[in-house]
């Protein structure tokens, strides 16, 4: 045999080898993706994404995070499994004032940490205050700015008091000029959930004005605002304190958090990581090491045993927990991964049992795994839209933005991406339980048409002529990436379908996307964009248009559009918010400054053994619900039931 | 004469790791994004706040001051993305891991391809020669991000033999697979290196003189000939065992090893600072050391090589 041959029989059995790998049998409908074989005992072995850069819960933004936090410490409010709400957590019960400025929560008197010591609402006070403190520079400490002085407090921010008189100049006074930071509306007291305090009274009075401390800084902002170096001059400087943030521990079990405004979506925020208790004596003591094996005290369903980065992390069941009888997994092995390939031939190998979402390459599931019986195919808390420039012609018509909105097949593009859904409103469809999602974009290509022609693109018949179209005086940009790329030339060739239009796409580097877009320096649509939901509640992502800079990126800036939001969010009561909240929607959706194409969905995996967790819209689990079902009776044959509040309970 | 030889090229190494690190430094600085930044936009304010704590707000040369006390110290202080754990607790950690199955890969590529280089040459041209060589040819034409998942195919998704990832410590089945991939084309290059050397060797005037002498082919092989016909394999194994020891990269990928490649690879996604430099720093400071290592092996080795 001579050399080339044996090359050549040598490559053949490879390609051989390859092809027999990739074409083996396609996964059906009836069929669990590869082996599945419970692990012995309460044992759960899960994959939850990159190595967590923290287990200090204040500290800590991502999702890899979240999920071992949930694990390790509670909050007040735990996250429902299936719906996201808020569920008791340290506080068995709590109360909302009427306008939603005010919080108080009943702490539960069996709750400890994970050393046995008592969790009181003081540490409640000292967990917020840490957070917000500027020397932790925690990057997600702006989730509670909303509270009463935090924001000063958290950007090293001077309180400013007329020494003659003692009185603080307010928030109120600056905010006419319309310049300077602070906002204007002072909490409405409502009827007291818990005794009055000095500290509560305190917490009532008008926002105070805070200038930065930093001199520089400090000079640079009144430079810039006359009017706020005209209030400044010749007062003194207060430094805003830990102490000053609205949170008050009324007695030991009574916790009281104070806004600064009403803000009915703050619930939905306290089951947040950075709100979890933590352990005061131990974080004092260790210092930045706090979180290490041996030094750490938790507070949450399990305890840290074993962390070994970028190989495991081991939790054991808390047997402090208040609700340690209900707790059924003894021990949750987290493995830090994030390469696809790599995690989902652990899964197939049966050495996993769960992963996180978007964990699926959309090339296996094209392949067949979709169809899986063990596939968590669920919307997320996310929406995938385009936003439009509508300061230039054409676009600054609204009748043009909509025909342009009413000319993509949506679900062609779902069965295109399959890692995501069709969605024709902003605010994602099917996920915020009791939210009335206004009429969306229906696929109308007739109407679309019409508006076009309507809008004076049209021949002398008075139908819509492409031709008068200036389809080259505009173009979509995008952030550079693959999946950005597919929606920019599917939505591209629909449009050419549909009407007749090529607009022409550019591919932009994300930082330099980022300006251009807040600066409104693109002309046409600018894709790529998504939002993914803070908390539940679609505020979430009607508040992008409550201001003119930050996120919007479209120019379209609203009073009226900001007044429905502000009237909805005054609303006591949830169901009558929410139809303010959709018709406020529906308002935004008829003025068209963003075009929804989709919503993510979950896309992960989960055996058939794992119960009690949900494929919810955030992909994060209360491990307490969580167990191993070794009766194969009781498996899941498909993607558990979403549409009920039941959750999964294990019959001893 | 050799201690002089040695003191000289240690003292270059400490100039070169310094220009290395400065050099990476200065990259690390060029490069957009930063180790906080995320897919939102933070408020201004609590970047501030982050940049305050880390240093970030003063001048370029006093944190370029700092850098450089610390390594000629050192103590790279801590990683910026994991804040508790200082740059040479993470070295102490993951080197062992990358070290395990590097050494093992070396020392099968050493066994399994001088065996294969040594028998082609002595049987030059036959088909175990071919044979050999073809699949040398092969281990050095197929990428280990190729055959890696090829592997886990065969051996762990149909056969279920072997665990598809991670690592369950040394010694352990989990090692089998990453061994025998990187492995892979180490193998190949000492075979090939092997056979051309031992080619040589083989026809040059000693070995007559050997077999003149009346030594059996045995000890002409192993006794006279290996030892020149392996010096190329000599040159090739001090960078090769450096960067081995140091991880690889795409297999630690493929196969999640907690080693010093996966932390190389997500510290400089992450920007994470004196991670980076601490591992540039190591990796330099052992590729310097090995060549020297080499170096000094040759005067050992070639009877015609003086210091």
């Not at chain 1, 020494?163 to 100049?169: D, L, Q, S």
């Not at chain 1, 400090?218 to 000053?244: I, Y």
């Not at chain 1, 619930?267 to 131990?282: D, E, I, K, N, S």
């Amino acid at each position: 045999m001579t050399e080339s041959k044996t090359a050549r029989l040598l490559t053949l059995a490879l390609s051989a080898a390859l092809l027999l790998a990739a074409c083996g049998p396609p996964v059906q409908k009836s069929d669990y993706f590869g082996k599945v074989e419970p692990p012995p005992g309460q044992t759960l072995r899960y994959i939850t994404g990159s190595e967590p850069e923290s287990l200090d819960p204040q500290m800590s933004s991502g999702q890899p995070e979240a999920r071992l936090d949930i694990a390790l410490y509670e909050g007040l409010v735990e996250y429902h499994p299936k719906t996201m709400e808020p569920i008791p957590g340290v506080a068995e019960s709590w109360k909302v004032n009427s306008n939603a400025s005010e919080f108080v929560f009943f702490l539960r008197k069996n709750a400890r940490f994970s050393n046995g010591d008592p969790i009181t609402a003081r540490d409640f006070v000292y967990t917020f205050r840490r957070g917000l403190d500027p020397a932790l520079a925690s990057r997600v400490a702006f989730l509670a700015w909303e509270i009463k002085n935090a924001e000063a407090y958290n950007t090293g921010g001077s309180f400013v008091r007329d020494p003659k008189t003692g009185r603080f100049v307010l928030a109120s006074e600056a905010a006419e000029s319309g310049g300077a930071a602070g906002q204007a509306a002072g909490p409405v007291s409502g009827e007291d959930a818990a005794p009055d305090t000095e500290f509560h009274r305190r917490m009532h009075e008008p926002d105070r004005l805070f200038v930065p401390t930093d001199e520089k800084e400090r000079e640079k902002a009144l430079k810039a605002d006359p009017k706020l170096a005209a209030l400044v001059e010749g007062k003194e400087l207060v430094p805003a304190t830990a102490e000053d943030v609205g949170v008050e521990a009324v007695d030991d079990y009574t916790f009281r958090i104070t806004l600064r405004q009403p803000a009915p979506y703050f619930m939905g925020l306290v089951a947040h990581q950075f709100f979890r208790v933590v352990h005061q004596p131990t974080v004092e003591k260790y210092g930045v090491n706090w979180t290490k094996p041996g030094n750490i005290v938790s507070s949450g369903t399990h305890m840290l045993a074993e962390h070994k980065p970028y190989n495991q992390l081991v939790v054991v069941k808390n047997p402090y927990y208040w609700d340690a009888d209900k707790v059924r997994l003894d021990k949750i092995v987290f493995y830090p991964l994030d390469d696809q390939t790599t995690m989902m031939n652990l899964y197939k190998a049966g050495e996993v049992d769960a992963t996180y979402n978007h964990t699926v390459p959309a090339s296996w599931l094209r392949a067949g795994v979709r169809y899986a019986r063990d596939y968590m195919d669920a919307p997320e808390n996310g929406s995938v839209y385009w936003q439009v420039n509508t300061t230039a012609p054409p676009l600054d018509d609204k009748r043009v933005r909509k025909a342009f909105a009413l000319a993509i097949d949506r679900q062609a593009l779902e069965e295109f991406r399959v890692v995501s859904k069709a969605n024709n409103v902003f605010v994602p469809t099917g996920i915020l339980h009791g939210y009335p999602s206004p009429k969306g974009y229906d696929f109308d290509v007739e109407g679309a048409k019409k508006l076009l022609a309507d809008a004076g693109y049209k021949d002398g018949a008075g139908k819509f002529d492409p031709k008068k179209f200036p389809a080259n005086s505009i173009e979509v940009i995008y952030n550079t990436s693959e999946s950005n790329r597919q929606v920019a030339e599917f939505v591209q060739a629909q449009w050419k379908q549909n009407l007749g239009l090529t607009i022409p796409l550019r591919a932009i580097e994300w930082k330099t996307f980022v300006q251009t877009r807040a600066k409104l320096e693109y002309k046409g649509f600018a894709g790529g964009a998504g939002w993914s939901g803070d908390y539940m509640d679609p505020y979430t992502y009607l508040g992008l248009f409550a201001t003119e800079g930050g996120d919007n990126g479209t120019g379209w800036f609203q009073t009226k559009f900001v007044d429905m939001l502000n009237a909805a969010n005054r609303e006591p009561d949830q169901a009558k918010r929410y139809e303010q909240l959709s018709k406020a929607e529906a308002y935004l959706l008829d003025e068209c400054p963003v075009i929804p194409l989709s919503k993510p969905a979950t896309s992960w995996m989960k055996k058939p053994y794992v119960k009690g967790m949900y494929p919810n819209p955030a992909t994060l689990h209360a491990w307490k619900f969580v167990y191993i079902e070794h009766d194969p009776a009781k498996w899941d044959q498909s993607m558990p039931d979403m549409t009920n509040d039941q959750i999964a309970e294990a019959k001893e | 004469m050799k201690f002089r030889f040695i003191l000289r090229r240690l003292l270059v190494t400490v100039p070169m790791v310094l220009v290395v690190i400065t050099l990476t430094w200065a990259l690390i600085r060029l490069a957009p994004g930063n180790f906080y930044a995320s897919e939102r936009k933070l408020p201004p304010a609590i970047e501030k706040n982050i940049r305050a704590k880390y240093g970030l707000d003063r001048p370029w040369y006093v944190q370029y001051g700092h850098v450089m006390r610390n390594i000629l110290s050192l103590d790279f202080g801590n990683s910026l993305k994991y804040e508790n754990e200082t740059v040479n607790d993470i070295l102490r950690r993951t080197l062992p891991v990358s070290a395990a199955v590097g050494t093992c890969a070396y020392l099968l590529a050493l066994l399994v391809g001088t065996v294969l280089g040594t028998v082609a040459a002595l049987k030059q041209n036959s088909k175990l020669d071919y044979g050999a060589m073809g699949v040398s040819m092969l281990g050095i034409s197929v990428p280990n991000f190729v055959l890696g998942p090829i592997l886990v195919l065969v051996f762990s998704l149909s056969l279920y033999w072997l665990p598809p990832a991670r690592w369950d410590g040394f010694p352990s089945w989990s090692m089998v697979l990453p061994v025998l991939t990187l492995s892979a084309i180490y193998m190949a290059y000492i075979a090939r290196l092997t056979r051309a050397g031992m080619l040589e060797v083989l026809r040059s005037d000693y070995i007559r003189t050997a077999r003149a002498k009346g030594l059996t082919e045995r000890q002409v092989v192993l006794r006279h000939a290996l030892r020149g016909g392996l010096l190329p394999v000599v040159s090739f194994t001090g960078p090769a065992l450096a960067l081995l020891i140091t991880g690889t990269v795409v297999v630690e990928r493929i196969y999640a090893l907690p080693g010093l490649g996966t932390y190389f690879i997500n510290a400089n996604l992450n920007r994470d600072e004196p991670l980076i430099l601490g591992i540039v720093a190591f990796t330099s400071v052992l590729v310097l050391v090995f060549n020297l290592l080499v170096d000094i092996a040759y005067g050992f080795i070639d009877p015609r090589i003086r210091y």
